[in-house]
T-cell receptor, first 115, second 110 residues
Framework: EAGVTQFPSHSVIEKGQTVTLRCDPISGHDNLYWYRRVMGKEIKFLLHFVKESKQDESGMPNNRFLAERTGGTYSTLKVQPAELEDSGVYFC?????????????FGEGSRLTVL | QKEVEQDPGPLSVPEGAIVSLNCTYSNSAFQYFMWYRQYSRKGPELLMYTYSSGNKEDGRFTAQVDKSSKYISLFIRDSQPSDSATYLCAMTDSNYQLIWGAGTKLIIKP
């Protein structure tokens, strides 16, 4: 069974450009989470989808970040325009609805470098 | 002040040693406590979770929670070079959101 896959694994862009990160959850997992880890800091929650609906987006830092999950399958996280402080590793995680919070499966992350 | 404090390390120990990794937290409302292992360029993977104060053992790993002191620990017995990774503690708040420590980098020397 395929795990959570994220693309790209690493993206290097200049300040002001746009980047779109993609996450494909495990098949059948309706819960999808985005997290971010800035270098040297702890992982922070960004948002949570249940199917295509945003259940909680309280962690989104500002309106330059847009997450979508059309059709309730894969999700995208767009950063537009990117700023230097957006650099970090963006993790996606998925789980079954009704599963415990520790039953999350994480992807390998998308490393974003903004120059 | 961070909600969860974790020494970033690195912590370097010889193979076969007992490793002790720790986190302290400030919010007494935290309910569930997890330990994740993260290898370089990989995502976190769950090692153990606990709810109540006390010990929970799984093979070479023991998770310990002391809610009165707001202190959690992960012990690794008979450490192996393959245990070299970053270990992250995480705990759930009242909204069941994960609150993470910054991670401790562990190096097991052969």
């Amino acid at each position: 069974e395929a795990g959570v896959t994220q693309f790209p694994s690493h993206s290097v862009i200049e300040k002001g450009q746009t980047v779109t990160l993609r996450c494909d959850p495990i098949s059948g997992h309706d819960n999808l989470y985005w997290y971010r880890r800035v270098m040297g800091k702890e992982i922070k929650f960004l948002l949570h989808f249940v199917k295509e609906s945003k259940q909680d987006e309280s962690g989104m830092p500002n309106n330059r970040f847009l997450a979508e999950r059309t059709g309730g399958t894969y999700s995208t996280l767009k950063v537009q325009p990117a700023e230097l402080e957006d650099s970090g590793v963006y993790f996606c995680a998925s789980s079954q609805v009704g599963g415990a919070i520790w039953e999350l499966f994480f992807g390998e992350g998308s490393r974003l470098t903004v120059l | 002040q961070k909600e969860v404090e974790q020494d970033p390390g690195p912590l370097s120990v010889p193979e076969g040693a007992i490793v002790s990794l720790n986190c302290t937290y400030s919010n007494s409302a935290f309910q569930y406590f997890m330990w994740y292992r993260q290898y370089s360029r990989k995502g976190p993977e769950l090692l153990m979770y606990t709810y109540s104060s006390g010990n929970k053992e799984d093979g070479r790993f023991t998770a310990q929670v002391d809610k009165s002191s707001k202190y959690i620990s992960l012990f690794i017995r008979d450490s192996q070079p393959s245990d070299s990774a970053t270990y992250l503690c995480a705990m759930t708040d009242s909204n069941y959101q994960l609150i993470w420590g910054a991670g401790t980098k562990l190096i097991i020397k052969p």
